[in-house]
């Protein structure tokens, strides 16, 4: 914990992932560090004129184990302490991160103040880590509201100097520091020698406070389609028991063959009351299923426009509206941008 005059106070929340692993000089394996002593291993924090506190994990995990359970412990530890600091930055491993991102903007919908998730490609104690300053960045972000009377009340991931919105990024890269994307929208800021914010692009504060969640639905799958793919292997993943939804990954504007082996299983799961939703497999742009008439037979059989969604975006989403409104609503729900994942 750090301690200054201010009365400005930031909570960092420790999962785990590369950021927090020190090499061991004995054995030589990269190990979690112990968040009480931050300040040791990051000595230029102690310059911040606010506070620091920290909290982790009871046992930090990779983030490939991260999972919907890890996302709401998440988001039970930012509402508790939402009264209680000026903004948040989480500590997460870069693989799921964008998952994270975008979970906790639905689970913290109404939120007022800044969470702000960050990494590293390399862990904190080596010589070039980028993870110093990925942290003293998102600690200072986070401060802004609190510190310089600044308005972001909004879910962000920032790494290599870019600030995006959580559930509008993707993992792009493993080999380098700008690891991340955000495809279909806009930097809600940039760091360079002076951070620089682009307030169009921020969420307004909805006055609402946080709403509250009743959990996520995991009864979800994803079918990513790709020339050849078989019948059996679309009804098998339909004919799933207890399968709720199906996020299907298509070509280009939201295009698929017009093949009954992808198109019978699909009408057999609607006509059933299953969800369908069209997501594209392309990084940029967005589904527009009239526009070709491979995609209006889509249309046709009652699937849903995933808009310019990620995929990251669109499973927590799909999650959060199954778990939260009743299955008929969750259609006019992808219509909607609940907290800025979609442009309307």
Not at 11 to 33: E, H
Not at 195 to 203: G, P, T, V
Not at 236 to 250: D, K, N, S
Not at 291 to 306: E, F, N, P, R
């Amino acid at each position: 914990m750090s301690k200054s005059d201010s009365n400005a106070s930031i909570l960092v929340i420790y999962t785990g992932g590369t950021i927090g692993m020190i090499l061991d000089p004995i054995d030589g394996q990269l190990k979690p560090f112990n968040m009480n002593h931050l300040m040791e291993t990051v000595p230029e924090l102690r310059r911040f004129n606010f506070n620091i506190y920290t909290e982790s994990f009871k046992v930090p995990i990779d983030s490939s184990d991260m999972s919907p359970l890890g996302w709401i412990e998440l988001a039970n530890i930012i509402s508790q302490n939402h009264n209680n600091y000026d903004g948040f930055v989480i500590l997460h491993g870069t693989d799921t991160m964008a998952y994270t991102a975008s979970a906790l903007s639905f689970l913290l919908r109404g939120l007022a103040k800044p969470v702000i998730l960050t990494g590293s490609q390399l862990p904190i104690g080596m010589i070039r880590t980028d993870g110093k300053e990925n942290l003293i960045t998102a600690l200072e972000i986070s401060a802004n509201n609190a510190i310089h009377g600044f308005n972001m009340c909004e879910v962000g991931i920032y790494f290599d100097s870019v600030l995006y919105r959580g559930n509008r990024t993707s993992k792009v890269s493993t080999g380098h520091f700008n690891a991340f994307s955000s495809p279909n929208y806009m930097a809600l800021a940039n760091a360079g020698v002076e951070i620089s914010f682009n307030q169009s692009a921020l969420l307004k504060d909805p006055k609402t406070g946080l709403l509250p969640f009743k959990g996520l639905n995991q009864n979800i799958a994803v079918l990513p389609v790709f020339p050849g793919i078989t019948e059996k292997v679309v009804r098998a993943i339909c004919q799933t028991e207890g399968l709720e939804a199906v996020i299907l990954r298509t070509y280009g504007s939201g295009n698929a063959q017009r093949d009954k082996a992808l198109l019978d299983p699909l009408k057999s799961f609607v006509d059933a009351g299953g969800l369908v939703l069209n997501v594209s497999q392309c990084a940029e742009g967005r589904v527009r299923q009239r526009k070709y008439q491979t995609g209006a037979a889509l249309a046709d059989l009652g699937v849903i426009s995933g808009q310019d969604s990620t995929l990251e975006a669109a499973i927590t989403k799909l999650m959060y509206c199954l778990g939260n409104y009743q299955k008929d609503k969750v259609a006019d729900k992808f219509k909607t941008s609940l907290c800025g994942e979609i442009s309307v």
